[in-house]
């Protein structure tokens, strides 16, 4: 769904994407030839190419909007709002677009698992995800010490967390509480990995007194703390 | 370096290895043909083939070696080192690998800048070190909640330290303290998403009692924890 793009140009780039989804799965992807596509679709092959660049684009429509609305949360993001935050923010936003596609999503996946072909053009895409986040995040914190090596990784935490609860959806045939699981594992994310957010926070001096057995899990350590902390 | 492959075999791979560097480097990627690579290491096209399946994994032929390295520190990790210690063991093996190809791995990293088909060939080797870290994470932790995402998320901060540490090397030309910077990388690694590591270990309930001001950045409040926890 590219906004602005007209009606009659998504329809057509809909068919194609729909026609090649259904050859693959039937006939498998090498078999299937850009001008069955074509015609499954009732366009002729010089259209799919004004459409996209390759055979294996055609099931990823619309990656390019999904990096473009992407840049766009970064680009509008407040100054003061946590920089892994607005990475989480950004991502869950293509977890969004991935469950508005419905079944395509879930045959898509299909065609990943079983294609090496299309399985490396979806590794591409999702690396695409982790630079545009690794070059938000450097821009806000890359002046701090080690604030590269961190940009990264917790661009990597955000978007593997994404990919993770995403495939485990998918994997399912598209069932399951998919929107909770990716918030529970965002703030698993944003609560190891924040700490350059919470080193940019305001500092006051109260004294704060934690008291944990030995034993107690350093999960259960860190999120009492974090209470105490009032993050 | 292919421990076990005969003295020829490897020289061979090694001459077109340096063969096709010095051609992309010089000519381009796009212009440099099989033939060409072959003729300068003195062997015939067919030669190249029965030791690269193409032209773009000439400049990795040491990859699948550094996997199977990867794979045997999995399989001959004690059960009691922490999972994510191991994996960062096995991924500082990988960088390792890459510092004694010397100029060969900065070379390489200029090719992947400027040619996409080896771009997209280098960041499909990244995604298999990912998956097979991820694998031996789930292996130990997948039974535990969350413990698969925990294992991927991990996995992907563990391979991306090791990136970021070693691209800023080779952008460098082969310069400076890398192994000092991912000895911090990974313990950074391991002081934030050690938990599961944590949470196996054996617990005993002594109290402990520790004092902070509220604006103490979290990175501080945690080593103090971990001080106190002795852990």
């Not at 259904?22 to 679709?41: Q, R, S, W």
């Not at 090596?149 to 994404?162: D, G, N, Q, T, Y």
Request: with cysteine.
């Amino acid at each position: 769904m590219t906004s602005g793009v007209p009606d009659r140009r998504r329809r057509v780039r809909e068919a194609l994407t729909a026609a090649a989804i259904d050859l693959f799965l039937t006939k498998g992807y090498e078999e299937t030839t850009v001008d069955e596509i074509a015609a499954a679709a009732r366009v002729g092959r010089r259209t799919f190419f004004r459409y996209f660049p390759s055979k294996e684009d055609v099931i990823f429509p619309d990656h390019e909007a999904r990096l473009v609305r992407v840049a766009e949360v970064f680009a509008t993001a407040p100054q003061d709002e946590p920089p892994l935050a607005v990475a989480c923010r950004a991502v869950h936003g293509v977890l969004e677009a991935y469950l508005a596609e419905g079944v395509i999503a879930v045959q898509r996946y299909r065609l990943t698992r079983d294609f090496p072909q299309l399985r490396a053009r979806e590794i591409a895409s999702a690396h695409s995800y982790h630079i545009a986040v690794t070059r938000y995040l450097v821009d806000r914190v890359g002046d701090e010490p080690d604030g590269a090596l961190w940009a990264e990784v917790a661009a990597s935490a955000v978007v593997s967390a994404h990919n993770h609860v995403l495939r485990q959806y998918l994997k399912a045939g598209g069932k399951g509480d998919v929107l909770g699981k990716a918030d529970r594992a965002f703030r698993y994310i944003r609560e190891t990995l924040g700490l350059t957010a919470a080193r940019a926070d305001d500092a006051d001096d109260d004294v704060v007194v934690a008291v944990m057995r030995r034993g107690m899990p350093l999960a259960n350590v860190m999120s009492r703390i974090e209470d105490a902390l009032e993050r």
